[in-house]
């Protein structure tokens, strides 16, 4: 059964930095996505970022020139380095990967954005 083990987030002022980390388990597959979706209060999920295994990424123009994400192949590790961070920013965020066509979640990690 693939795991995902989520790391980071926490509280910081507006304007700070954030590292998300997320390292999936169970499985000897590369993941073919691995990406971060978050939910913020009353709002539906929403995809902030994912990337491929070949290296495409995918960026929600919300967060596009401020967030940057990163992988490793390898270790089925996914980063999401989160900079300039603003209140709206404010949200559960969740580790996503697919494996074999099949999709698995972190149970996500808070990142709170004080203004």
């Known amino acids: 059964q693939v795991q995902l083990l989520e790391s980071g987030g926490g509280l910081v002022q507006a304007g700070g930095s954030l590292r998300l980390s997320c390292a999936a388990s169970?499985?000897?597959?590369?993941?073919?996505?691995m990406g971060w979706y978050r939910r913020a209060p009353g709002k539906q999920r929403e995809l902030v970022a994912a990337m491929f295994s070949g290296g495409d990424t995918n960026y929600a123009g919300s967060v596009k020139g401020r967030f940057t994400i990163s992988r490793d192949n390898a270790k089925n590790t996914v980063s999401l380095q989160m900079n300039s961070l603003k209140s709206e920013d404010t949200a559960v965020y969740y580790c996503?990967?697919?494996?074999?066509?099949?999709?698995?979640w972190g149970q996500g990690t808070q990142v709170t954005v004080s203004s």
């Open positions: 169970g499985t000897i597959f590369t993941a073919n996505v």
């Open positions: 996503y990967a697919e494996f074999l066509g099949a999709n698995y």
